[in-house]
């Protein structure tokens, strides 16, 4: 296994691992009404380090970039949960840095639907794509909480979808490998 392809399948796992603590924490806090924040900033935490990890070897400037701007996602609502902000502010960054997670997903879905049609294409493909759904109900659901709606629960479900598309991609990354070793 070449280098570049094994920071491609660490890089994807860490995503993997870091939309589950997300969704993870959006559960408890839909469910308990708390509003802890530890477990999604390690969640967004690891998926930014895993974005650049395999935006750092990616092949191609379009992969690179989608990754790329996947992190930046990330890294405003890192700052959302770290810094000492009203609450309507905490939320547009929510909104944005979901939405940034959105279009990067957006980019890397568009190279990969330009790739060959084949079944792990399919598989790595529909996981993509349930990210980019995840994100966007995940701004959405901060977008009514910001009008004054109760949205936690929408919000988990956005966190849970992005997290089951970045599994998919981990597990087609990592059969694409097994069967290249």
């Known amino acids: 296994m070449s280098s570049k392809n094994n920071h491609t399948l660490i ?28 477990l999604n900033l390690i969640g967004n935490t690891l998926q930014a380090t895993g974005n650049g ?7 191609s400037i379009l992969s690179a970039s989608g990754n790329i701007i996947q992190a930046a996602g990330n890294s405003t609502i890192i700052y959302s949960i770290l810094a000492d902000l009203e609450r309507r502010d905490d939320l547009n960054l929510v909104i944005k ?17 330009e790739a060959d049609p084949t079944l792990e294409y ?11 759904v ?37 597990l087609t990354i990592t059969n694409q490998e097994w069967r290249r070793a």
Do not use: C
Request: glycine share 14%; proline share 0%.
């Open 11 to 38: 890089g994807s796992w860490i995503v993997a691992a870091g939309t589950v603590a997300s969704a993870i924490n959006a559960s408890i806090n839909a469910n308990t009404g708390d509003d802890d924040e530890g």
């Open 53 to 59: 990890v395999v935006a750092s070897d990616s092949g």
């Open 97 to 113: 840095g979901n939405l940034l997670q959105a279009l990067g997903g957006l980019i890397g879905f568009s190279e990969t639907y």
């Open 122 to 132: 399919a598989y790595k493909l529909n996981g993509e794509l349930l990210e980019v």
């Open 134 to 170: 995840g994100n966007s109900i995940q701004a959405i659901a901060a977008r009514r909480e910001l009008e004054g709606m109760e949205a936690s629960h929408f919000s988990a479900l956005g966190s849970w979808i992005q997290a089951i598309g970045a599994i998919i991609v981990a």
